[in-house]
Nanobody
């Protein structure tokens, strides 16, 4: 059974950093691109970042480009989202997704506030 488990969320001040992790199991991790999405209350879920199966190709939403980095460790079946220079508008629940699938983690909450 496919499982995706996010961790690393929490409360951080503007300008701070967090690293989110997504531990994957139940499928051949190296065969799949992976994605991070986020959703704030009352807003539509949006794609934050995507990484190819090999990690060579990476894409970012314009709102996070230059501040966030997606990377993966295929040996550990884990995908990460490094978030720097955080802004209050980054506050959301962040979800891990097996790219182009309906497999999702339960999410981890990131709150950026003074």
């Amino acid at each position: 059974q496919v499982q995706l488990v996010e961790s690393g969320g929490g409360l951080v001040q503007p300008g701070g950093s967090l690293r989110l992790s997504c531990a994957a199991s139940g499928f051949t991790f190296t065969d799949y691109a992976m994605s991070w999405y986020r959703q704030a209350p009352g807003k539509e879920r949006e794609l934050v970042a995507r990484i190819s199966s090999t990690g060579i190709n990476r894409n970012y939403a314009a709102s996070v480009r230059g501040r966030f980095t997606i990377f993966r460790d295929n040996a550990k079946n884990t995908v990460y989202l490094q978030m720097n220079s955080l802004k209050p508008e980054d506050t959301a629940v962040y979800y891990c997704n097996q790219d182009l699938s309906d497999y999702w983690g339960k999410g981890t909450l990131v709150t950026v506030s003074s």
